[in-house]
């Protein structure tokens, strides 16, 4: 498989894995679950950019200019940046015949990300510690990033057939 093909192969099973993950989390908002505000995403890494690492809570936080943008482009640069790293683990051939365990133990593994960095910069504590209800909230984590584990597998399988 050329550079060429293995990078677009990478945007499109990134995308595509992001994809499926706001699907769920739009499922989850239809259902009265609340989800993730990629604005404060955006709010953090602005602040970030600024030296600012931690808040005591991001959503007091002074806003950023373009936050929601920002937020959501970052969303979808850490799903291709997850992609391309299960790509690199599994190799190129997983690609013309991928399996649902990598993709799903990937995902499982990404959430590390939100549960011991992302929270815990943003205010949130570990695994959610600081929030009103943490168990459940780092279960629903959990489950987010099973679903774009899911969201990784569903789309090369998609790719390999095209």
């Known amino acids: 498989m050329g550079v060429t093909v293995l990078l677009i192969s990478t945007l499109v099973v990134g ?3 992001t994809l499926v993950m706001d699907a769920w989390a739009m499922v989850l908002r239809r259902l009265g679950v609340t989800t993730l505000n990629y604005a404060m995403l955006g709010r953090w890494a602005g602040h970030l950019l600024r ?3 931690h808040h005591a809570a991001i959503a007091k936080a002074e806003p950023i200019r373009h936050e929601r943008m920002l937020g ?3 969303h979808y640069a850490i799903g291709l940046f ?3 790293a299960l790509l690199a683990l599994q190799g190129a051939d997983w ?3 991928p399996t649902l365990l990598p993709a799903l ?3 499982l593994c990404t959430v590390v990300a939100p549960l011991c ?3 815990p910069a943003m205010g949130a504590g570990w695994f959610a510690s600081k929030t009103p209800a943490p168990l459940r909230n780092s279960l629903r984590s959990v489950a987010t990033h099973l679903v774009f584990g899911s969201g990784l597998y569903a789309t090369a399988l998609l790719l390999s057939l095209v």
């Open 82 to 84: 997850f992609a391309a």
């Open 51 to 53: 030296g600012r690492v």
């Open 95 to 97: 690609l013309h015949a």
């Open 105 to 107: 133990t990937f995902g």
């Open 72 to 74: 959501w482009a970052l």
């Open 15 to 17: 995308i595509g894995a």
């Open 117 to 119: 960095i992302l929270q």
